[in-house]
């Protein structure tokens, strides 16, 4: 193939070839013309000596994917080698990119035909400017301004190349360069904005172009965010803006602008300039947009220049409040301006536009938060500590009082009308199952919305403030909304949807008195408004909401247990509708009822002859009769709660037999039939019967715990040979059938009932309180028919679940289990390693499960890990890095978290030198590896504590034996920290060829100082990452993902302070309902 010459770059490249290159990869010929251009362009791109060659491309070529391919070449230079070029081919490539981007904007033609072209050359500029700006280039923003002002076309590209510049700085930096060089070019861009100021200036005093405007204005959008405030209050800047927001064409970009300036706050010096500014935008808005205009229909029927100036509103309206609402609430003439915009801020969250309506909500939220607060604080002021209160300390609580009830009172009204608006569009809650499609129908619903779920949240909080801050306004609001649901004035399935998830959603924000009130109003009308309204279709609407409001009330119901009752038999009676999702709900529904009232079940209630249970249990066959497997499974683990709350035993244990009567029976049958013929178990349906009966018992003993021990010794050993059986037949099969045989579906069935016993064993001893009897009954009768079975298993049909069966079982009785850790080693180990360790695909399941074990055994029996031979060692550590090899996230983590505890284990003086001695340089390795490789980001926290744990043990003096082998190195070192210092120079800087020496050494030693605390060493490494250029360009949230938890916690902390935050049903106390 003629292109193959292109390889050959020891003289200037045939540049019509390489078009023809260019072209064949990005054409429509054949797949294998297209692969053997790719194949070549790829080496070239991979050729260091490559970019020499991007000038005399850039001169010869007319194709721009030619000179797309040549810039990449470029790109890569510039990120990854710039520094280690010569000071001339970096000035060269500087000077003749700086002269192509001139000469091609000087003339309007040009300039607009090759705009790609001049944008991507702009953008290389800025990755240049990001190495050499300020300090080898001091003179780039006085030059750039100079160009600027030769011509109108050259100006408008200077300013996309500032407007590039303040983006990679201040919106892009982090986690792209080090910390220092951010610094040092947010110092630079302050000191000469001067320069910038007026050139903007001159442009929107003196041009006429619609182009240059618009790009100078899109400049001034990034760089407002900024540049000190002197620069807009104390210059023309502001007054031109507004000027510019009457003009159509510039509206939407000057808003921006407009809403870049809203967002700065820097106390209180500019207030009178703010004041003044929203005053002048508020008439000129009134003239374009009067505020009593319908919102939903004007953003429906607009173009997409008008929804876009709606949205850039409430993006100026809630930049502005948030910084500056107070100033506007100090005089009446302000007060009046304020209102207008609220007014028109709640009409624009009308919109049917989610990124809109997220703008609003995100504002309203912190604003109604922010009035609560206050209100709460005034509730329980800090004056009335321990009863002691000054008269000064009284007045002061007194004036301050006033003025949260006058600012109350202010805002009292657009409060009212934010909470019609959040119970008009409450998003749908998670518990919620029935849906209506996109025809129209109600269905089940079968995905999540995550979007919608978030979206609940913030205006559920957002609404439990509002009820705090007036329970009568929003009581009275929803009573409203219902009736008229009633009398028919408003009934739609989704006006009715969002009152009834907003009434569920301030479950424990008012006080008991109050909400049980509310509550028997609202209920009452729903079970009405069920009785009145006629189609299936309907009813299945109002019977959702029903469950779903009841659901959300539990104090209610433990207050009322002739209520409760009424609930629980109407759940009964949904359970036998047969419409989509409904008993799924309905079921749902029971579960969560019992969880939060399991104790008014068991009691004898006032007026009634048994406790509710009992009854139950007698008419348990018909209730469940019209439910699916796994509905009935539900109803089982929903009365199992009930009998937990059963103090009595002999009670407990009766309510139980008669809650397994059916499947103890069916049990029984089938083992009946099993022992007069075991083939009778090999039948299709009997394998499905097991598989439920066992499925039964894992959702009871998941609720009933210790309580169930009767009833798994009744079916436990009867239990294992089944098990014992099934696993023959599996591998039977498997060794008849090959490696397809696993996917028949009677194998599949089979593999059911394996791991649904291995499931119901685990839930049980999970569950099952502390008691070491109960270990010693049920593990010694598994060794053989489930580890042993393991073992004697071909790959294929070996479970996942009997390693985290042994996980939980050592993780529950741990140091009693050193005894059996030899033989759960020589069960499992051996053969699990030599199924994952041939890929990182194979067998996901038992990876996972695989490292759990390995970890429990390593936390509670740490002694038998010491009894191994160095060979059995050797492999448990092998296995180790191979775990945190995985991109697979759970893996990496379960493998990390290991290695931590099994270094801090070894760091015991008997064995410390030796395990030392023996990995501490291979461990070192591997941490760097994955350290330094973009898949392994989210184990960025757990990287950092290995080294951290590394580098202070070096330097503790626990280590009295050298690290290095004698025999290989020619001199001794002085101790160890010397050697690990220069084996990791050494590891680094062949890892890193792009990196000058003195770089390496400095990071290096930068560990060894640092090495005592956490959030410099951690910092420090993140600058190496950015410095090594591994990490640029690319998501680096991971890396501070440890903050981000952080700050997550707090919030929870605060939320548990304010009543209804956190809904009743979400609190994991024990609730009394005594």
């Known amino acids: 193939m003629a292109a193959e010459k292109l390889r050959d770059l020891s003289q200037p490249m045939d540049v019509s070839l390489l078009d023809a290159t260019v072209a064949a990869f990005y054409g429509t010929g054949s797949k294998e013309e297209r692969a053997a251009a790719d194949h070549i362009l790829r080496d070239l791109q991979n050729n260091p000596d490559m970019w020499l060659q991007v000038v005399h491309i850039l001169s010869s070529t007319q194709s721009l994917n030619t000179k797309f391919f040549a810039l990449q070449v470029l790109e890569g230079v510039i990120k990854y080698r710039w520094n280690a070029l010569p000071v001339e081919q970096r000035d060269g490539m500087k000077n ?115 182009e240059l405007i618009r790009a100078t204005l899109a400049t001034l959008h990034a760089f407002l965010s900024w540049i000190p405030l002197g620069y807009i209050f104390q210059s023309p800047l502001l007054e031109k803006l507004l000027n510019f927001f009457t003009a159509p064409a510039y509206r939407n970009l000057t808003l921006q602008c407009l809403t870049e300036i809203a967002a700065l706050s820097f106390g209180d010096f500019y207030n009178a300039q703010y004041v003044n500014m929203y005053s002048i935008f508020m008439v000129q808005l009134q003239n374009i947009l009067p505020s009593h205009t319908n919102f939903l229909e004007a953003y429906a029927n607009g173009t997409s220049e008008e929804q876009a100036f709606i949205q850039n509103l409430a993006l100026f309206f809630t930049s502005f409040y948030k910084a500056h609402i107070r100033v506007l609430e100090s005089s009446q003439e302000n007060k009046n301006l304020l209102l207008v915009g609220l007014e028109y801020l709640i009409n624009i969250s009308y919109v049917d536009d989610t990124e809109v309506f997220k703008v ?58 934010l909470r019609q608006l959040m119970i008009c569009r409450m998003a749908k809650p998670e518990e919620v ?183 139950l249990l007698t008419t348990l066959p018909a209730t469940i009769a019209d439910l699916e497997p796994h509905q009935i499974h539900s109803f089982y683990e929903s009365v199992g709660n009930m009998i937990q709350a059963e103090s009595d035993p002999d009670k407990r244990t009766e309510y139980l037999q008669r809650l397994m009567e059916l499947p103890n029976q069916k049990w029984a049958e089938i083992i009946g039939q099993a022992h007069q013929s075991v083939d009778f178990l090999k039948d299709p349906d009997v394998i499905r019967a097991v598989l439920n009966i066992l499925q039964t018992n894992t959702c009871v003993a998941n609720s009933l715990g210790t309580y169930f021990l009767t009833q798994i010794t009744l079916i436990f050993l009867d239990m294992l040979n089944v098990y014992r059986m099934y696993s023959e037949l599996i591998s039977t099969s498997i060794a008849q059938g090959g490696p397809y045989a696993s996917k028949t579906s009677i194998v599949k069935l089979l593999r059911s009932v394996k791991r649904e016993t291995l499931k119901l064993i685990e839930t049980f001893l999970d569950k099952a309180e502390d008691q070491q009897h109960i270990g010693k009954q049920f593990v010694p009768p598994m060794m053989d028919p489930v580890l042993g079975d393991y073992a004697r298993n071909l790959p294929d049909a070996r479970e996942s679940e009997v390693l985290s069966l042994f996980a939980t079982i050592v993780n529950k009785y741990k140091g009693a289990m050193l005894e059996d850790v030899p033989k759960i080693f020589e069960a499992v180990f051996q053969c699990t390693l030599e199924m994952i360790t041939k890929n990182f695909e194979d067998y996901p399941e038992h990876r996972l499960k695989f490292f759990s074990l390995l970890r429990a055994i390593a936390t509670h029996c740490f002694p038998a890990l010491i009894r191994l031979s160095s060979e059995q060692l050797k492999l448990v550590i092998d296995s180790i890095i191979w775990a945190f090899r995985h991109t697979e996230r759970n893996i990496a983590e379960t493998g990390l978290n290991l290695l931590l505890e099994m270094l801090k284990n070894f760091q015991a003086p008997e064995f410390c030198n030796q395990f030392y001695r023996t990995y501490f340089l291979t461990i070192e390795q591997e941490i760097f590896a994955v350290l330094t490789d973009t898949f392994h980001k989210p184990g960025f926290k757990l990287h950092v504590l290995v080294l951290q744990n590394l580098f202070c043990l070096v330097e503790s003096g626990m280590l009295t034996e050298p690290l290095w082998d004698a025999a290989t190195v020619p001199y001794p070192y002085p101790n160890n920290g010397m050697f690990i210092r220069e084996y990791t120079i050494k590891l680094l800087s062949t890892s890193f060829p792009n990196m000058i020496a003195t770089e390496v050494t400095q990071f290096v030693n930068g560990l060894f100082e640092s090495r005592a605390d956490l ?60």
């Open 96 to 210: 003749y990119i700086s002269d192509v981007i001139v000469k091609l904007s000087s003339d309007e033609i040009s300039f607009r035909r090759e705009r790609l072209y001049v944008n991507k050359l702009n953008i290389i500029l800025v990755q240049i400017l990001k190495h050499e700006w300020p300090a080898r280039w001091t003179s780039f923003i006085p030059d750039l301004v100079a160009a600027a002002k030769t011509s109108e076309t050259i100006c408008e590209n200077c300013m996309t190349i500032l407007k590039l510049l303040s983006e990679e700085v201040f919106d892009f930096s982090r986690g792209e360069m080090t910390q220092q060089k951010i610094k040092e070019l947010k110092q630079s861009l302050n000191r000469e904005f001067q320069l910038i100021h007026e050139l903007c200036l001159y442009v929107l005093s003196a041009s006429q172009r619609a």
């Open 360 to 417: 609003c909500l995100d504002y309203w939220n912190s604003l109604v938060s922010e009035l609560f607060e206050a209100h709460h604080n005034l509730d329980s002021p800090a004056g009335n500590m321990m009863g002691f209160q000054t008269p000064m300390l009284s007045g002061v609580a007194e004036g301050l009082g006033s003025q949260i009830m006058q600012r109350r009172q202010l805002f009292a009204a657009p409060m009212s009308k």
């Open 433 to 615: 199952l029935i849906v209506e499609d996109e025809n129209g129908n109600i269905v089940r619903e079968t995905m999540k919305d995550n979007d919608v779920l978030v979206q609940y949240k913030i205006m559920r909080e957002t609404l439990i403030y509002l009820a705090n801050l007036d329970h009568e306004d929003t009581e009275k609001q929803m009573l409203r909304k219902l009736s008229k649901q009633l009398n028919g004035e408003d009934w739609t399935w989704n006006n009715l949807n969002t009152l009834c998830w907003a009434i569920g959603s301030i479950s424990g924000s008012m006080g008991e008195e109050q909400e049980n009130r509310f509550l028997v109003m609202v209920i009452r009308d729903l079970l009405n408004l069920c009785e009145i309204t006629k189609g299936k279709d309907n009813k299945a609407v109002i019977a959702s909401n029903i469950m779903y409001v009841v659901g959300q009330y539990p104090r209610f119901l433990r207050a009322h247990w002739k209520f409760l009752k009424t609930v629980v038999n109407k759940l009964f009676e949904f359970m036998h509708e047969t419409h989509p999702g409904v008993q799924d709900m309905a079921c749902d529904t029971f579960l969560k009822i019992v969880q939060k009232c399991k104790r008014k079940f068991v009691l004898v209630q006032v007026g009634e002859n048994e406790p509710f249970v009992s009854e």
């Open 1015 to 1074: 959030s410099s060493f951690k910092n420090h490494i993140r600058d190496f990452l950015v410095q090594s250029k591994e990490f640029s360009a690319q998501d680096n949230k991971d890396l501070y993902a440890e903050e981000a938890a952080a700050q997550r916690e707090r919030e929870r902390e605060r939320m548990l302070s304010i009543p209804g935050l956190i809904a009743p049903n979400e609190i994991q106390d024990e609730m009394v309902d005594s």
